[in-house]
Nanobody, 118 residues
Framework: QVQLVESGGGLVQPGGSLRLSCEAP????????MTWYRQAPGKERQLVAS????????DYADSVKGRFTISRDNAKNTVYLQMNSLKPEDTAVYYC???????????WGQGTQVTVSS
């Protein structure tokens, strides 16, 4: 069962932009802080950006600060990751993650591939 659904990945040239979307069921989205992770082949999964359930406070990995922006639309139960000035090292599978306040339950999407290459 897919509970979080990512979209927006694809192939982009260095310096280009992509916007990832993650849709979640309302009962998950409205109880969860949302986070984007990414994992390159042979590498550990890394936290990219997170946004709190209330107040929409954000945090970013140092490697993406100033280039990526995470946001959430509570009416649409959707979290976004706007990625600008993309670099080849941003190439990875990007995963949406929800951490619910209800017992600390965690949900994952299946991932969307982002490839930055000439």
């Amino acid at each position: 069962q897919v509970q979080l659904v990512e979209s927006g990945g694809g192939l982009v040239q260095p310096g280009g932009s992509l916007r990832l979307s993650c849709e979640a069921p309302g009962f998950i989205f409205r109880t969860s802080a949302m986070t984007w992770y990414r994992q390159a082949p042979g590498k550990e999964r890394q936290l990219v950006a997170s946004i709190t359930r209330t107040d929409s406070m954000t945090d970013y990995a140092d490697s993406v600060k100033g280039r990526f922006t995470i946001s959430r639309d509570n009416a649409k139960n959707t979290v976004y990751l706007q990625m600008n000035s993309l670099k080849p090292e941003d190439t990875a599978v990007y995963y949406c993650h929800a951490a619910s306040i209800l017992g600390g339950l965690v949900y994952w999407g299946q991932g969307t591939q982002v490839t930055v290459s000439s």
